[in-house]
């Protein structure tokens, strides 16, 4: 049996795997602001779950910068968090070895695993109320793609160099349209949109050459509405020396980082037994 721990900037679910990787139980709480009342109530919430016995288990940080030699959280970008032990802490609870690693990159390995068969270099990105990246590899997550995201990634808009994620993300979609992605139907608003997100995309895939992109988050929920737009979008940039790969909405939006703390725990941990330490 696997845990899986999904740290979200407003909600947390706690959750546990078979070994075959199926959702057995999933418990769902409000992140606190204070670290030490999370610990609390995520300690209630594992106890809640039926299975009390893992072998392994992951957990997915919403962290803008991760010390994983040491298991620590070090900065957050919705969470008033610094230099927390979260592996050391999490551990403590669920009682087995836990992988730790950045949320969006949990979520990206678990996309990538959908499409392992067809793809070998994956780059996921979520976009939700910020912009998470994540370049999967060989169903290896590379680490050399820095924790912020669309934090960092400055884009011109505006003519100004802004932060992707500032004006391309969930948050942003809201504070422009009033409306969540959700509710909008209009097509040129979702044009406008891809446009914003077709700027950070160019970015990615001159940096990283995926052989196929994969959108998750609230956003990317909604793939659907404005794929071929952005999938237009891009094709403008479209040059020899940068090709354009296919694009598809998340399989599994909703549970990717729950599916991903699966996948890194039991590739790490396979053989370890139940209950044992790191």
Not at 155 to 165: A, D, K, R, S, V
Not at 185 to 205: P, V
């Amino acid at each position: 049996m696997y845990a899986a721990i999904d740290i979200g900037g407003t909600k947390t679910l706690a959750a546990s795997l078979d070994d075959n990787g199926v959702i057995l139980q999933k418990i769902k709480f409000k992140t606190p602001q204070n670290y030490d009342q999370f610990i609390k109530e995520l300690r209630t919430a594992v106890g809640s779950l039926d299975v009390k016995d893992f072998q392994a288990g992951g957990i997915g940080a919403p962290a803008t910068h991760l010390d994983r030699r040491h298991g620590r959280g070090i900065d957050f970008g919705n969470l008033d968090w610094h230099n927390v032990p979260l592996l050391d802490d999490i551990e403590a609870i669920t009682k087995c070895p836990m992988v730790l690693d950045n949320d969006a990159k949990m979520a990206g390995l678990s996309e990538a695993m959908l499409v392992k068969e067809i793809y070998s270099r994956v780059l996921y990105v979520t976009v939700s109320t910020g912009i998470g990246v994540a370049l999967v590899v060989d169903k290896q997550i590379d680490e050399n793609i820095g924790d912020a995201g669309g934090k960092t990634l400055l884009i011109e808009h505006n003519g100004t160099l802004e932060p992707w994620e500032s004006f391309a993300s969930g948050s942003a979609i809201v504070r422009r349209y009033g409306s969540t992605a959700e509710d909008l139907n209009d097509k040129t608003t979702w044009i406008q949109i891809s446009r914003d997100l077709a700027k950070g995309f160019i970015e990615l895939i001159a940096l990283t050459q995926p052989e196929v992109i994969i959108i998750g988050g609230s956003v990317g929920t909604h793939y659907k509405k404005y794929g071929a737009y952005l999938t237009a979008e891009l094709k403008k940039y479209e040059t020899p020396m940068l090709i354009i790969p296919p694009i598809q909405g998340a399989g599994r939006p909703e549970e990717a980082v729950v599916f991903g703390c699966y996948d890194l725990a039991k590739t790490t941990y396979a053989q370890q037994p139940a209950g044992g330490a790191h």
